[in-house]
């Protein structure tokens, strides 16, 4: 249980605000590649390598270390900005994104970038990853914490509740699922494609915890991130309310902005409306 | 002849594995008792685990448990493993080179009675399409030991093909194993036969009975399909100018298609593939089934007396 100052709760605001202008930035550069999602989920990632999370970048392979699975693989521009920040890689890598022989792959490719745990991008397998490395940790009495980010339409695959049913089965309490629930996906507003809902109510018929957050409050990220480690004998869905696009007006809920990436004028007016 | 299941000597490999090294986790997907990993369960239950019928995650669970130093063993029959499962495969475990063997049972149409449906006979050709596995299909329980150990020393993503019938011992204690070699079991100038898992006991049968007619036939186990023995196939290709390949699965991509792409591309002579001519299994018994599709002792046969008659 750690203490959640407003201090604290003030920095981390700021630091999302920076990883938001580098994902732009990145992203801009790039010329492709999903803008929404890894604005939306920005201050959940934060919230986890800035203040929950025990990790050492300059140690990425250090066996007690807490895991992140993006399972969401295709914010990968979220994690690699959050990386470069918490000093994983230096910053300026970020402008090779989506390049011929950058390791900074269209989705995360732990192969090729130390800090990146699990190999993503098709939806439906971070979860199982995060399950495996719960399962690691048990096995081998450490205490270390597994955390994962799943996308709202990502519940659309089957695997994920497959993943679901193991992880309440082998009552991994020391896992936890942001699920970011930003209402939309490719093809439009996830109710209308092919209904998730309700979200909360499914993970907890599959034996898990279940909290509700505005997803884009760091201080409600922090307290939900607390009451996830007195939960026992079972894992953590954090469902978490998100604007996708959050930050950048003429991005925000626009189902448009979930696979391309900012261009020329688009690129200044987000990076203004981040700075100001 | 003795005979035992390579899914029965891939269980006891298991143990002892599990005996030896802490690192080795076992998954299964609700088919310990017909893979045979119910007995590392009983031994080690603590380094088990029970997937259920969900084999996209525990393709994914394993991932994640290597991702944490782990050498995971993970079983269902091929169909599951390789089929329902393949993109898990493809994009958890070969494209992060993650330290998984998947080990199935069950693999081609001597699964027998439970029918096509069950009845991989296309596992090799995804498998061995995809970057980074390794593939492995041994002949009999003595070699299947020492595979599971070879796989276990070698870091990274290898499928081991196993089968549900007992089938021969052809290998003593002693037999050289490593893979990507070929074995070569017999001499032989006039044709080479070219053979993986249960079809390996029967060329050697078919190489006997050809001697009688006079006709020397060289046999090789070829066990490592990924990365194959190239310069065996070479060898053979150069020794006898015409090669038959044989094996329990689509003549599709499998070691038939292995040995011509590479007979094409280095010296190419005649070869002629046997093996599941682009069909689907049905229900009956394994040795009917081989009969019916043509995988016996005589086809090898009267195979090599064509490929001579042209030569």
Known sequence: ?276 | MEKQATRDAYGKALVELGKKHQDVVVLDADLSKSTKTADFAKQFPERFINAGIAEQNMVGMAAGLASAGKVVFASTFAIFATGRAFEAVRNSVAYSKMNVKLCATHAGLTVGEDGGSHQSVEDIALMRSVPNMTVVVPADGVSTARAVSALYDMNGPAYLRLGRPAVPVIYDQDSPFEIGRANRLRRGEDAAIIACGVMVSKALEAAELLAREGIEAAVVDMHTIKPLDEAAVIELARETGNILTVEEHSIIGGLGSAVCETVCAHHPVPVVRLGVNDVFGQSGEPNELLEHYGLTVEKIVHNVRDLLRKK
């Open chain 1, 1 to 276: 249980m750690k203490q959640i100052d407003q201090q604290q709760v003030q920095r981390l605001k700021e630091q999302a605000r920076e990883v938001r202008r580098q994902i732009i930035a990145m992203l801009g550069q790039a010329g492709s590649g999903h803008t929404g999602g890894s604005l939306g989920a920005a201050d959940i990632v934060t919230a986890l390598y800035f203040w929950e999370m025990n990790i050492d970048p300059q140690k990425p392979d250090w066996e007690d270390r807490d895991r992140f699975v993006l399972s969401k693989g295709h914010a990968a521009p979220l994690l690699y900005a959050v990386l470069a920040e918490r000093g994983y890689f230096p910053s300026d890598r970020l402008q090779t994104l989506r390049k011929l022989g950058s390791p900074l792959q269209g989705h995360p490719d732990r192969s090729k970038l130390a800090g990146v745990e699990a190999s993503t991008g098709s939806l439906g397998q971070g979860i199982s990853w995060a399950v495996g490395m719960a399962l690691a940790a048990k096995m081998d009495h450490k205490d270390y914490r597994v955390y994962t980010l799943l996308g709202d339409g990502e519940l659309e695959e089957g695997m994920v509740w497959e993943a679901a049913m193991a992880a309440a089965h082998y009552r991994l309490d020391n896992l936890v699922a942001f699920i970011d629930f930003n209402g939309l996906q490719i093809d439009g507003p996830v109710e209308q494609v092919l209904s998730p809902l309700p979200i909360p109510a499914k993970f907890a018929a599959f034996g898990w915890e279940v909290l509700q957050i505005d997803g884009n409050d760091i201080r409600q990220i922090l307290e939900a991130l607390n009451c996830a480690r007195l939960v026992k004998g079972k894992p953590t869905a954090i469902v978490a309310r998100t604007i996708k696009g959050k930050g950048c007006s003429f991005i925000e809920n626009k189902v448009e902005w979930h696979g391309v990436a900012p261009k020329g004028e688009e690129i200044a007016r987000a990076l203004a409306e981040l700075n100001m």
